[in-house]
């Protein structure tokens, strides 16, 4: 079964601190990994990430992939309390679903 | 439109009732998705459209389940006699790029809470 998994499940940290958020995948038909952000209901997307090794990179944001590893990080530095949100990870495949992880919960304290 | 709009936006309904979801996508993308979302779990795939035609339905939970859409525009999920286990919040998404699932833009979603 196709699975997503995203660590931690929940973060708390302090304004200016830079954060590491974890996916690992098992998919059968990989196209590509995605990021989302998700503040009450809408998913806004961040990032999609295709190729290993290659950083995108947006504003104090940013995400790899490794595709060895089966994984994928999003980096958040300087954080701000306006990062609080679920940020979720999603692999597309072949087919043209989404599968997502559960999330992970970023809280910034000012 | 600008984004993609649903509605409602919050649904109460009683169990063993009949609820309608609608879905209006941006303007123009051929390709629309539902999906499910319950609490503390990341969204869970439903339905694919690619034009007026379901190109994946797989991940319908049972045949309480349809969605529509008849002009390759607007969507509608029809849920049938709605089960407590049906309340989550439904996220319609939309792309323009056929064939691909990049950069689908979500919508507010519904909240459904069956009672």
């Known amino acids: 079964e196709d699975k997503v998994v995203q660590s931690p499940l929940s973060l708390v940290v302090h304004e200016g601190d830079t954060v590491t958020l974890n996916c690992s995948y098992e998919?059968?038909?990989?196209?590509?990994l995605l990021w989302y952000k998700q503040e009450k209901k809408a998913p806004t997307f961040l990032f999609m990430l295709?190729?290993?090794?290659i950083e995108k990179k947006s504003g104090r944001l940013s995400s790899i992939l490794d595709k060895k590893e089966l994984s994928s990080i999003l980096n958040i530095t300087a954080t701000q309390t306006g990062d609080s949100a679920i940020y979720l990870c999603?692999?597309?495949?072949?087919?043209?679903?989404?599968?997502f992880g559960a999330g992970t919960i970023l809280r910034v304290k000012s | 439109g600008a984004g993609v709009s649903q509605t409602p936006s919050n649904k109460v309904t009683e169990k063993g009732k009949y609820v309608e979801l609608r879905c209006d996508p941006i303007?123009?993308?051929?390709?629309l998705y539902w999906y499910r979302q319950s609490l503390g779990q990341g969204p869970e795939f439903l339905i694919y459209?690619?034009?007026?035609?379901?190109?994946?339905d797989s991940g319908l939970p049972n045949d309480r389940f349809f969605a529509v859409r008849p002009e390759g525009s607007v969507s509608t999920l029809k849920i049938q006699r709605t089960e407590r286990g049906d309340s989550a919040v439904y996220l319609c998404?939309?792309?323009?790029?056929?064939?691909?699932?990049?950069?689908?833009?979500f919508g507010q979603g519904t909240r459904l809470t069956v009672v």
């Open positions: 295709t190729s290993s090794g």
């Open positions: 999603a692999v597309g495949e072949y087919g043209n679903k989404l599968v």
């Open positions: 303007s123009g993308h051929t390709a």
């Open positions: 459209f690619q034009g007026t035609g379901a190109a994946d």
């Open positions: 998404a939309s792309s323009s790029r056929q064939g691909m699932n990049t950069e689908a833009f």
């Open positions: 998919v059968t038909n990989f196209r590509s």
